[in-house]
């Protein structure tokens, strides 16, 4: 079993930058690959961004592609992702998901206990 830790959340205005973060209590977490998933009030979670074990390839949801970039440390057992040109509907929560692929919730095993992103206008 792997936790993760998400951090990095919190209030933006719309057209700035976030970073976050989502820390693996095990360096298992290195064979796995990872995602980004969101949720927003009402809403199903939905697929964010994928990075293989490796860090290459990556995938993204057509909504975040160019705005949004996906990475992992493997030494440090982090992943990352840096949301730039933020909209207001990119407001959720953010969780982070180890072990599985594809763009599908029940793909992955691990789940962290997301964060919360507000985008303001």
């Known amino acids: 079993q792997v936790q993760l830790v998400e951090s990095g959340g919190g209030l933006v205005q719309a057209g700035g930058s976030l970073r976050l973060s989502c820390a693996a209590s095990?360096?298992?977490?290195?064979?796995?690959?990872m995602a980004w998933f969101r949720q927003s009030p009402g809403k199903e979670r939905e697929f964010v961004a994928a990075?293989?074990?490796?860090?290459?390839?990556?995938i993204y949801a057509d909504s975040v592609k160019g705005r949004f970039t996906i990475s992992r440390d493997n030494a440090k057992s982090t992943g990352s992702l840096q949301m730039n040109s933020l909209k207001l509907e990119d407001t959720a929560i953010y969780y982070c998901?180890?072990?599985?692929?594809?763009?599908?919730?029940?793909?992955?095993?691990?789940w962290g206990q997301g964060t919360q992103v507000t985008v303001s206008s």
């Open positions: 998901a180890a072990r599985g692929w594809g763009t599908s919730v029940q793909g992955w095993n691990y």
């Open positions: 095990r360096p298992t977490f290195s064979n796995y690959h």
């Open positions: 990075i293989t074990w490796s860090g290459s390839p990556t």
